[in-house]
């Protein structure tokens, strides 16, 4: 039973990987950007979601619901701002915006708010402490099965967005060929900022989840950004489901590595991923990287 | 009526000056045949038509209006639309999407997925393969499809022929024929010099950069043509 226990532990961990894993996933499947402020923009939806909840006085969930749009819009102006202009450098020049971007956010975060730990876990009552004992050795969280089951709608919705919609298969086109989606009428920029409107929603989503299960500080940004990667990587490019199934493999690697003792967490998680990089499919990854 | 007017383009691909002083006057319902050898500037003239290569000089005027700077994906809101070399279509997208993705910000106008697989019934049985598994013939249909979705009011075909099996590039020509018989303005790269007179009722001759040669296609033999393809007599017809 302990061994069920944390195969579910790891499951609903890897939810929150998802989560942050799919705005980077999406970046750099639309516009090649590896975007290395992922988890800093997160970070600052998580402060985003508490300075709402703490001035509004209420719920980090309703704090969330204000901090999606201000977020998404964020995204587009950090486009259009920053990362347009950055990408007519070629393709190392994004990567050294984002990296300089990360450094701006962690240490704007520490002057505005200092270096203290916070978490939403308080603020956001009941729900976040609640769980369904099965038995002795198995309790399930309410609130991780809130972040699995928001985790698979957004991926899932996601997916649909690309697929089913116009807006969708018009970032798919671009992804796919940019100069040729310029000549079927399709404004690349426009598109891009979209993208990247998205994943910063996402990314802050995931932040207030993390806050809200956990803790988070403003150096807390580079930690998630490493584990989105590496579930990214793990269920391979260009499939949002896939990187559903990456971030699970993740957080149940990251469980089991703990249960046998609590300093192999990371380490099990980190040889799981290089362990992909190492295998047949992980020197294809670069090949398979665009959205299909 | 002048559709389109172009007066002393210049085009660079870095330190090489592809198009070189081009100035031209297309009519609605013109077809007009560019013909050069490799290297000669088709292929840049047309994309810097289309907005997908940057005018070091010159201007570039659609229906009236200055598009010189104009981005591409403006231009074939105004109605040009590029069939580009080696068909680029999105690998990955089904037929289907490719037409779709291309009608969505579409002028109105007579073409819809409908009439589109109407006029390349070949496509019909394939709309929901994947472009990449399709035949280059089939790929080629699919690009002119997805050019027409838009709406044009002139089409740009680049090397339609280009790389297909000669039975496809029939396929393909008797399809343009049709379309071209209802009224189109085209502007058509060939490298085929026998169907792109046969199609087109104008023919101008770039080499290097520049246009040595224009005329009615009925009026030019195929000898001048080839004259003037290879740089063997100057513009003013001297050896």
Known sequence: MTWVNVVVQGVLLGAVYALFACGLSLMFGVMRIINLAHGDLAVVGAYLVWLVADKAHVSPFVALIAALPVMLIAGYILHVALLGRSLRGGPLVPLLTTFGLAIAIQNTLQEAFSPDVRSLGAAAGWIATASWRISGGLAISWFGVLILAVAVAVLGGLDWFLRRTGLGREMRATAQDPDAARLVGIDARAVYARATAIAVATAALAGAFLAIRSTFEPLSGPTQLIFAFEAVVIGGFGSLWGTLFGGIVLGVAQTIGGHIDPQYSMLAGHLVFLAVLASPRGRTLAARSAWT | ?239
């Open chain 2, 1 to 239: 009526m002048t559709l389109l007017a172009v007066e002393g383009l210049d085009a660079h691909h870095g330190l090489l000056h592809a198009v070189r002083g081009v100035s031209l006057a297309i009519a609605e319902g013109d077809k007009l045949a560019l013909v050069g050898a490799n290297g000669a500037g088709k292929t840049t003239l047309l994309r810097t038509l289309a907005g997908a290569h940057p005018a070091s000089a010159g201007v570039v005027r659609f229906d009236g209006a200055d598009i010189t700077v104009l981005p591409a994906h403006r231009r074939v809101a105004l109605g040009i639309a590029l069939v580009p070399e080696g068909r680029r279509l999105f690998p990955d997208m089904t037929v289907l999407e490719n037409l779709l993705v291309a009608g969505r910000r579409a002028r109105p106008g007579p073409w819809t997925v409908d009439t589109v697989l109407d006029a390349f019934p070949l496509l019909r049985p394939l709309r929901d393969r994947r472009a990449a598994a399709l035949s280059g013939g089939e790929q080629q249909a699919t690009a002119i499809g997805r050019a027409l979705m838009t709406n044009p009011r002139l089409l740009l075909l680049d090397e339609v022929s280009l790389g297909l099996a000669p039975r496809a590039v029939d396929t393909v020509y008797e399809s343009l024929a049709r379309l071209i018989a209802t009224g189109a303005t085209v502007i058509l790269v060939e490298q085929d010099l026998g169907r792109g007179l046969a199609i087109a009722d104008r023919v101008v001759c770039l080499l290097e950069g520049r246009i040595v040669l224009e005329g009615a296609a009925a009026e030019l033999t195929r000898e001048r043509v080839t004259e003037a393809y290879f740089g063997l007599r100057g513009p003013g017809g001297q050896p």
